[in-house]
């Protein structure tokens, strides 16, 4: 009934920026959305969160990432963003979107390639 949507991976120079965005599509308009966040998974290393942000607007980040990253969240749009800036190499995973949406629980984004170079 819902699917979140990603968008905005890509590769990127050593220093440069990204912003990615995952939407929320489908039935959306008869559920709620509650916190959301990032998550990414690197070749041969496990899943990891990257950022949260409450409906509210309280955020919490990774200590890897924390300034320069930043989430925001949009909820007319039932969309949230991740920021990136001063990305590094060590960066390049698969960025996963997460909602937990009332009544159906959590839902995962499809994945966004973000690739940086060095």
């Known amino acids: 009934q819902v699917q979140l949507v990603e968008s905005g991976g890509g590769s990127v120079q050593a220093g440069g920026s990204l912003r990615l965005s995952c939407a929320a599509s489908?039935?959306?308009?008869?559920?709620?959305?509650?916190?959301m966040g990032w998550y990414r998974q690197a070749l041969g290393k496990q899943r990891e969160l990257v950022a949260t942000?409450?409906?509210?607007?309280?955020?919490d980040y990774a200590d890897s990432v924390k300034g320069r990253f930043t989430i925001s969240r949009d909820n007319a749009k039932n969309t949230v963003y991740l920021q990136m800036n001063s990305l590094r190499s060590e960066d390049t995973a698969v960025y996963y979107c997460?909602?937990?949406?009332?009544?159906?629980?959590?839902?995962w984004g499809q994945g966004t390639q973000v690739t940086v170079s060095s």
């Open positions: 997460k909602a937990d949406i009332t009544v159906l629980g959590d839902r």
């Open positions: 489908g039935s959306i308009f008869i559920f709620s959305i509650n916190d």
């Open positions: 942000i409450t409906s509210g607007g309280w955020t």
